[in-house]
């Protein structure tokens, strides 16, 4: 029931671009994505609902393919503090109980 | 306010014995739950809770109780520690139904020898 992200781990420069994928095995409600920073608490960054609706900071973007049970997060013109383990959360159902699965994470790390 | 807090934020125990880790927050979140952290494995859900006196379980719940007396405190208790318990534990809130994002503690560190 755990969710598989794609790829384990990226390493880029400066400006580069890079994209996060998470998917899971059965139909859901919901995806959410948390960054979390070397020694630090997870921070929430964006959720998408199933319809299309999307809530979260403005710079980051992602996508929610419902038919494919995919998510993918889409980090553009990376910056050094976007250096972290980026985490999807997923939710089943249909409704928010704050029940999440989260997957086993993506480390970014963005070199200068 | 304050946020979440947790403590202890280091904790060592030898296999057998309990403790619990406490969880406060002062947002007034109906929802709250309890997290582990090992390397590779992600965030995994120990039990959650969306309002006081209601508590259910999350993926990994074995060994752990918990109870929701009030709304601001969450409790984690394990009963018997065995060094698979060796993790880091991190609590959570969400304000509600309608908010989806979750605000996390500074977690606990504890290992079991």
């Known amino acids: 029931q755990q969710p598989v992200q794609s790829p384990q781990a990226v390493i880029l420069r400066e400006g580069e671009d890079a994209v996060i994928n998470c998917s899971s095995s059965?139909?859901?409600?919901?995806v959410h994505w948390y960054r979390q920073k070397h020694g630090e608490a997870p921070v929430f960054l964006m959720i998408?609902?199933?319809?299309?609706e999307q809530k979260g900071h403005e710079k980051i973007s992602a996508s929610f393919n419902e038919k494919k049970q995919q998510s993918s997060l889409y980090l553009t013109a990376s910056q050094l503090s976007y250096s972290g383990t980026y985490f999807c959360?997923?939710?089943?159902?249909?409704?928010?109980?704050?029940?999440?699965?989260f997957g086993q994470g993506t480390t970014l790390q963005v070199k200068p | 306010n304050a946020g979440v807090t947790q403590t202890p934020k280091f904790q060592v125990l030898k296999t057998g014995q309990s403790m619990t880790l406490q969880c406060a927050q002062d947002?007034?979140?109906?929802?709250m739950s309890w997290y582990r952290q090992d390397p590779g494995m992600g965030l995994r859900l120990i039990h959650y809770?969306?309002?006081?006196?209601?508590?259910d379980q999350g993926e990994v719940p074995n060994g752990y109780n918990v109870s929701r007396s009030t709304t601001e405190d969450f409790p984690l208790r394990l009963l018997s520690a065995a060094p698979s318990q060796t993790s880091v534990y991190f609590c959570?809130?969400?304000?509600?139904?309608?908010?989806?994002?979750?605000?996390f503690g500074p977690g606990t560190r504890l290992t079991v020898t």
């Open positions: 809770s969306v309002g006081a006196g209601i508590t």
């Open positions: 959570a809130s969400m304000r509600d139904r309608r908010s989806y994002e979750q605000y």
């Open positions: 947002m007034n979140h109906e929802y």
């Open positions: 998408l609902l199933k319809g299309g």
């Open positions: 059965k139909a859901l409600y919901s």
């Open positions: 959360g997923t939710a089943y159902g249909s409704g928010n109980t704050g029940k999440l699965i």
